[in-house]
């Protein structure tokens, strides 16, 4: 989605150099706001000084919006990470949490079936090593399911849910969505080269050749396959049942299960 946004106004986009404004779980940004190290604020203080600080860094922007990239869930605990009187819009990229699990072990080295149990934890918190200092700050994600709600509660008036299957399957209508909910100005040409420069097999082939500097160490490849159905050849069927169990209203919502329990994705 970043690198979309980047398409349409360069010729050639980076995959290492997008036009957004970073992703909102870095220390150095936090570091760089606070002037003071985060590394010296208790874990249980910092969900409400981060809100507090987005709050400040919306209001001191020179920028008309900020774009950035967010892995949390919206709230934790009662707290509201983003409020909605400094959120201009929500772009939520829905994926279905069965392709999400070999993604997911992926980027943390683990193995699918650790995946799938992290899909269903209504603890789970990304970057939440007590051992090292990392790169970004903790951020709880909760149950596949507890982060979709997180967002779609916290904001359901101001929006827009993504299918990720269906910006593969029908990119232009799915990007042109988009497009219009930012209320921005760009043609159906706009959109469809932005598309074509960004395609799976472009962002890969960049990966590649120079790296990808977001990439957590030692994985072999972040854009692994970008294919829609690869669970099936990939989750046992006790982890599809343990993904549906848990995450079961919210699977038959966004029409990724029948009632009955199928999966239709």
Known sequence: MRLFFTALTKEEPDINEMETDGIISSRLIMDQSLGMPSSAIPEEDLLEIRSAMYHRWAQTSKKEFLLCKVHDACFREGIMLFPGQITRGVIYVIRNPFDIAASLANHNRSTI???????????????????????????????????????????????QVIKYEEMISKPFDTFSKVIDYLGLSHSSEDILSAIDKTSFDKIKKQESEKGFGEAPLKVDSFFRSGKVGGWQQE?????????IDVNYATLVRYGYISEKGEVLV
């Open 113 to 159: 079936a650790e995946a799938v149990k992290a899909l269903c934890d209504n603890q789970y918190t990304l970057s939440n090593s007590r051992n090292k200092l990392t790169y970004q700050l903790s951020q709880y994600m909760g149950t596949w399911s507890n982060h979709v709600d997180s967002w779609t509660n916290a904001h359901r008036d101001n929006i």
């Open 235 to 243: 989750l046992s069927a006790e982890e599809v049942r343990m993904i």
